[in-house]
């Protein structure tokens, strides 16, 4: 009995890391959703880790790549947040997305947490459907 518990409270304690910093997570990219959904690419733009602001260089250039890669980024018709895991010390968020014609795709974001809070790192469309960013 004692080792059940055991068990159990560690996975919770081992696990809690992670579920604490979800809502912080989901808010982000959330953000990053309602500002595409308002055509703001500048603003969009700045919830990108620096090093995706280094490879598209403008929120024009990030938001033209979004919007021909990503199309149901750009326009989701529905959101939903699964799990958030850690994978080789990196911070994943799997979001699954119903886009405008009712097709569902699985994304998985990569976040870093910086000084200035978390930032989406990659993003990678699962399941053979496109490439990643």
Do not use: C
């Amino acid at each position: 009995m004692r080792s059940v518990l055991f068990a159990g409270v560690s996975f919770f304690l081992l696990a809690f890391p992670a579920i604490a910093q979800k809502e912080p997570v989901t808010s982000v990219i959330g953000s990053q959703f309602e500002a595409f959904l308002n055509n703001d690419a500048e603003t969009a733009f700045t919830y990108a880790s620096p090093d995706i602001r280094r490879i598209f260089g403008t929120p024009e250039r990030f938001g033209e790549m979004v919007q021909q890669g990503y199309p149901m980024v750009w326009r989701p018709a529905e959101v939903r947040y699964l799990d958030l895991r850690e994978v080789a010390g990196s911070l994943w968020q799997r979001v699954m997305i119903t886009d405008q014609s009712g097709a569902v795709h699985l994304l998985d974001y990569q976040m870093v947490n910086l000084e200035s809070g978390w930032k989406i790192n990659a993003v990678h469309l699962l399941q053979g459907q496109a490439d990643s960013v």
